[in-house]
């Protein structure tokens, strides 16, 4: 065994979670978002396994979608950041892309080419991200637009939701109104749900749906767990136990000293740290799972190791496997103790991480 850090990437669980989306949104088409690889999990891992499942795919930017195409993927490839450059959206025509399109200076550079072959686009409206969009406004005279270019097709509608993963904010709901109010008279098709709108506001499910977080098995409430979604993690990140040691009441552990031993107590040190993106910030007592129990992190974080409190450890022995996130300890209950989200995690695992998938 070379590299003893490994992401297990389990493709049941991915394509249970795909279900759980098609259950909750049965009329809707899925754009099934891979942006950030995967979010972390591998294009060449997750594409594959949902390519004859899903409508499209979407990322964020060009380079991504190229790998796409050379991984065989024939379905729409949906580019979620747009274009700036021309060349770009020469590329984009090339590859019969459909990028966003949330700005002026897009329709001008449509305006100025002739590309190769019309594209698809999406016209994004801001309903209350202030990210990417136009306002409410504009949106007639950019559709308008649109529609007279002839290098554009097919027009879709697009919005985006920030403060869905708390159902009780009336926000959503309040996008979800303008966004009808905006596209009624048009035969179009609109996308407003990310995870959070699949779940739990059935009124945005509208033609596409846009799962993320939700396929690879996180909840993307702040009140409701991925069990409760019936989501089942996809990524299992586990790291060998390296050394047990003994130490003596009043020991202080690893840099800065910021845990000392109240007591003696044998502690276990285990291969992995922030070089494979375990997160550096994960406070004192996240759960780390050794042999189905869970033990508390000490001290802070290393580059390549870390150290757990084995007090109630009976039978831990150098070279047992342990889960950082992922089955039986949810990814999100990590990011908690580390102050971020379960995606941050997922998408920060390093390089010299093994990924290997499970049927
Ligand atoms: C990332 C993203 C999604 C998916 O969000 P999840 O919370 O991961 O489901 C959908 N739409 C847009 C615009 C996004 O940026």
Same mark, same amino acid.
């Given at each position: 065994?070379?590299?003893?850090?490994?992401?297990?990437?389990?493709?049941?669980?991915?394509?249970?979670?795909?279900?759980?989306?098609?259950? @909750?949104?049965?009329?809707?088409?899925?754009?099934?978002?891979?942006?950030?690889?995967?979010?972390?999990?591998?294009?060449?891992?997750?594409?594959?396994?949902? &390519?004859? &499942?899903?409508?499209?795919?979407?990322?964020?930017?060009?380079?991504?979608?190229?790998?796409?195409?050379?991984?065989?993927?024939?379905?729409?490839?949906?580019?979620?950041?747009?274009?700036?450059?021309?060349? @770009?959206?020469?590329?984009?025509?090339?590859?019969?892309?459909?990028?966003?399109? &949330?700005?002026?200076?897009?329709?001008?550079?449509?305006?100025?080419?002739?590309?190769?072959?019309?594209?698809?686009?999406?016209?994004?409206?801001?309903?209350?991200?202030?990210?990417?969009?136009?306002?409410?406004?504009?949106?007639?005279?950019?559709?308008?637009?649109?529609?007279?270019?002839?290098?554009?097709?097919?027009? /879709?509608?697009?919005?985006?939701?920030?403060?869905?993963?708390?159902?009780?904010?009336?926000?959503?709901?309040?996008?979800?109104?303008?966004?009808?109010?905006?596209?009624?008279?048009?035969?179009?098709?609109?996308?407003?749900?990310?995870?959070?709108?699949?779940?739990?506001?059935?009124?945005? &499910?509208?033609?596409?749906?846009?799962?993320?977080?939700?396929?690879?098995?996180?909840?993307?409430?702040?009140?409701?767990?991925?069990?409760?979604?019936?989501? @089942?993690?996809?990524?299992?990140?586990?790291?060998?136990?390296?050394?047990?040691?003994?130490?003596?009441? /009043?020991?202080?552990?690893?840099?800065?000293?910021?845990?000392?031993?109240?007591?003696?107590?044998?502690?276990?040190?285990?291969?992995?740290?922030?070089?494979?993106?375990?997160?550096?910030?994960?406070?004192?007592?996240?759960?780390?799972?050794?042999?189905?129990?869970?033990?508390?992190?000490?001290?802070?974080?290393?580059?390549?190791?870390?150290?757990?409190?084995?007090?109630?450890?009976?039978?831990?022995?150098?070279?047992? @496997?342990?889960?950082?996130?992922?089955?039986?300890?949810?990814?999100?209950?990590?990011?908690?103790?580390?102050?971020?989200?379960?995606?941050?995690?997922?998408?920060?695992?390093?390089?010299?991480?093994?990924?290997?998938?499970?049927?």
């Amino acid at each position: 065994m070379t590299s003893p850090v490994t992401a297990y990437i389990d493709t049941k669980a991915l394509l249970n979670n795909l279900n759980v989306a098609k259950k @909750q949104a049965p009329g809707a088409k899925i754009l099934a978002m891979v942006k950030a690889n995967a979010y972390g999990h591998g294009l060449e891992n997750v594409v594959p396994v949902l &390519h004859d &499942h899903v409508d499209a795919f979407a990322v964020a930017r060009l380079d991504p979608a190229l790998q796409l195409r050379s991984l065989n993927v024939t379905k729409p490839i949906v580019i979620m950041a747009g274009f700036y450059l021309l060349e @770009q959206l020469d590329i984009i025509s090339a590859n019969n892309f459909e990028p966003l399109v &949330h700005n002026e200076l897009q329709l001008e550079l449509l305006n100025k080419t002739t590309l190769i072959n019309p594209i698809n686009v999406w016209l994004k409206v801001d309903t209350g991200m202030s990210r990417l969009g136009f306002l409410a406004k504009d949106v007639e005279r950019v559709y308008q637009h649109l529609v007279a270019c002839p290098n554009v097709a097919k027009i /879709g509608f697009m919005t985006h939701f920030p403060d869905a993963d708390d159902i009780a904010k009336p926000i959503t709901e309040n996008q979800i109104v303008a966004f009808a109010e905006l596209t009624k008279d048009l035969k179009v098709d609109r996308s407003l749900a990310k995870s959070a709108g699949v779940l739990g506001f059935p009124s945005s &499910h509208a033609e596409w749906i846009r799962p993320g977080i939700m396929l690879y098995g996180a909840s993307p409430f702040i009140h409701k767990t991925a069990e409760e979604l019936d989501l @089942q993690p996809v990524m299992t990140l586990k790291a060998p136990v390296i050394a047990l040691r003994d130490l003596a009441k /009043g020991t202080a552990v690893g840099y800065g000293g910021t845990f000392v031993c109240p007591e003696d107590m044998r502690i276990a040190v285990i291969g992995i740290g922030y070089g494979d993106g375990y997160p550096r910030h994960a406070k004192q007592g996240t759960p780390i799972l050794i042999n189905g129990k869970r033990f508390p992190l000490i001290g802070r974080v290393c580059m390549d190791m870390l150290m757990v409190d084995l007090r109630d450890g009976l039978e831990v022995n150098i070279g047992d @496997q342990v889960t950082l996130w992922g089955k039986d300890l949810p990814a999100r209950e990590v990011a908690i103790c580390a102050e971020t989200v379960a995606y941050e995690l997922y998408c920060s695992v390093s390089k010299r991480v093994k990924f290997e998938v499970i049927q």
